[in-house]
């Protein structure tokens, strides 16, 4: 049940495994410790202040094990849901690994579930996140990018009278391949590689005009876009379908994944979308129930863009009331299971979470956004890009019940898959021309699988 091809781990020194184990991680972690120090100093409360000291003092100690290379030790019973799934994995394959031997994607998991470890065995702070500041921030500094789309999108969804029914279909094919390109590239935006952008370097970033568009279509270099928007259109035939998003960021990128899902939902393309998050601060930027809950309130309700005209501000209103109204119609369904946090990859879904799977294989399309699911829909090993993506991630599309899958990644990490047959002698031309373009997140792919009918 393995893929053929080695999986990355920290001490490979050419990928980008060694980086993040070795200063990428600690850097972040330093950041929430000073993150804590900023809530302790405004906290009264001895209790709770004694109480958070002892959390600092477990990612004190953290930090010295991911330092000095310490085993890789079982989660503590902490009542999280996903315990059993962690120990199971821990003691089957990674007893006696380190963080730098262990596969990558694992090790690099498991630092973010030892984070959590630190709150949930508190009294008081079992639900903090260390990187909520951060996720709000970013999102108040986009103000360009998420007022162009408001302003745009607020408005319902209509198609110019008096076109014939070609040109409407025209119409919506062109409305639907600019908004997944939005929904891609709002990818390219995560804080764990971005931790001090500047707002320049964030609008640049989140430019979302249309002639951009067209020129960023060169960079997805393995493009099913067509092949999605065939397949949208034949789900609309049979009334709408299910679209499951597995989110990945929060802030901006969940912001363009809302108004992708709106867009499905007014143009009939869906009938219902289910969106699914972490259920604990994950890969510092990943949406977890709070970060939903507080962008579509800080839309209907926030103070956030003090810049904004009164028009812009009951724009981002009008959107962040249309998407509650959605909620709360059981249009839009906000879901947390407790596999997405877990050192697994997809590869093991229908095992290792029997339920979640058959819940997916219910599902018309599943979206998987960002570099971290790509990472794991594809085991994070060093396969071949010239390999078709239904290989690359093996039970996701072979096993019976696997539900059509598609990524919507920019390229942030070393697996790259689905460029084609040419796609070795493209790789190599790139690692010659631009030796970072696998971590830039200028690249980009977007991949469909068929699945297998159950
Ligand atoms: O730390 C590396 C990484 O896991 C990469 O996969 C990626 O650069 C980032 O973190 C997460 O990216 P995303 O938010 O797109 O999953
Ligand atoms: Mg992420």
């Given at each position: 049940n393995n893929p053929p091809w080695p999986a990355y781990r920290g001490y490979h020194e050419y990928s980008f495994a060694y980086a993040t184990m070795g200063q990428r991680l600690p850097t972040i972690l330093g950041k929430a410790i000073e993150d804590v120090v900023v809530t302790l100093n405004q906290e009264y409360d001895e209790e709770r202040i004694v109480d958070l000291v002892h959390c600092i003092e477990r990612m004190e100690g953290l930090m010295k094990e991911l330092q000095e290379q310490a085993k890789l030790r079982p989660i503590i019973d902490d009542g999280e849901a996903d315990v059993a799934l962690w120990n199971k994995l821990i003691a089957k394959y990674f007893h006696g690994k380190t963080f730098m031997n262990a596969p990558w994607l694992f090790a690099e998991a498991y630092k973010y579930r030892r984070l959590q470890e630190c709150f949930s065995v508190s009294k008081y702070w079992k639900s903090y996140d260390v990187f909520f500041r951060q996720k709000c921030d970013t999102f108040s500094r986009s103000h360009d990018a998420v007022f162009e789309l408001s302003m745009r999108f607020a408005e319902p969804f209509k198609l110019k009278d008096g076109l014939s029914p070609a040109e409407k279909l025209e119409a919506e094919r062109l409305m639907f391949l600019e908004l997944t390109q939005i929904c891609l590239w709002?990818?390219?935006?995560?804080?764990?590689?971005?931790?001090?952008?500047t707002e320049e370097q964030i609008r640049s970033l989140q430019s979302t005009g249309g002639e951009n568009l067209a020129a960023t279509e060169?960079?997805?270099?393995?493009?099913?876009m067509q092949r999605l928007w065939e397949t949208v259109v034949s789900l609309r035939q049979n009334t709408g379908g299910r679209i499951d998003f597995v989110l990945d960021n929060a802030g901006f990128e969940l912001y363009c994944d809302c108004v992708y899902a709106d867009f499905l939902i007014q143009s009939g393309l869906a009938k219902e979308i289910r969106f699914h998050g972490k259920r604990y601060p994950w890969f510092v930027s990943d949406v977890t129930k709070k970060d939903w809950e507080w962008l579509l309130n800080s839309m209907v309700y926030?103070?956030?863009?003090?810049?904004?005209?009164d028009e812009e501000k009951e724009s981002l209103r009008r959107l962040g009331q249309r998407w509650k109204q959605y909620e709360k119609e059981g249009k839009w369904i906000y879901e947390q299971h407790?596999?997405?946090?877990?050192?697994?990859?997809?590869?093991e879904l229908h095992n290792e979470a029997p339920d979640l799977f058959l819940h997916l294989s219910r599902s018309d399309l599943v979206i998987f956004k960002g570099d971290l699911n790509h990472r794991k829909l594809t085991y994070d090993?060093?396969?071949?890009?010239?390999?078709e993506f239904e290989i690359a991630i093996g039970p996701m599309a072979s096993a019976a019940g696997a539900p059509r899958v598609c990524s919507l990644r920019t390229i942030k990490s070393d697996v790259v898959v689905g460029l084609g047959p040419e796609g070795d002698e493209l790789a190599e031309k790139l690692d010659k021309e631009e030796p970072g373009w696998k971590i830039s997140g200028k690249y980009a792919v977007v991949l469909l699988s068929e699945g297998r009918p159950g």
């Open positions: 709002g990818n390219s935006t995560d804080l764990s590689l971005l931790i001090n952008m060169k960079n997805i270099l393995g493009n099913h926030g103070h956030l863009f003090p810049k904004a005209s407790p596999f997405w946090c877990t050192g697994f990859t997809f590869w090993c060093a396969a071949p890009p010239s390999t």
